[in-house]
């Protein structure tokens, strides 16, 4: 089994930071990548940023500049760094993972429980 444990959400003012991060546990055997998507209320989820095959993309123009993401394949961790937060960035996210299970050929993607950010003054 495969948990996928975030932390690092909350209330943030415009214009501040916060760092996601999200902890890959379990009968691990590889991970073939790691990323953060994000939903926002009456919205579909969105891919913010992904980390995979050792290079870290942010396909979300909006977040470009400002989000950046790390891959601590020891401490089979994901982060997730969001600068000059907007309130357009208010939403759920979602942490995913491309994880091979040990003793299984194929991966499966994996899914953590969500961590609410919210940017208000």
């Known amino acids: 089994q495969v948990t996928l444990v975030e932390s690092g959400g909350g209330l943030v003012q415009p214009g501040g930071s916060l760092r996601l991060s999200c902890a890959a546990t379990?009968?691990?055997?590889?991970?073939?990548?790691m990323g953060w998507y994000r939903q926002a209320p009456g919205k579909q989820r969105e891919l913010v940023a992904f980390?995979?095959?050792?290079?870290?993309?942010s396909p979300t123009e909006s977040v470009k500049g400002r989000f950046s993401i790390a891959l601590d394949n020891a401490k089979k961790t994901v982060y997730l760094q969001a600068d000059s937060l907007k309130p357009e960035d208010t939403a759920v996210y979602y942490c995913?993972?491309?994880?091979?299970?040990?003793?299984?050929?194929?991966?499966?993607?994996?899914w953590g429980q969500g961590t609410q950010v919210t940017v208000s003054s």
């Open positions: 995913t993972a491309d994880i091979r299970r040990d003793g299984f050929f194929v991966s499966h993607q994996y």
């Open positions: 379990g009968d691990i055997g590889t991970i073939n990548g």
């Open positions: 980390f995979g095959s050792g290079v870290g993309t």
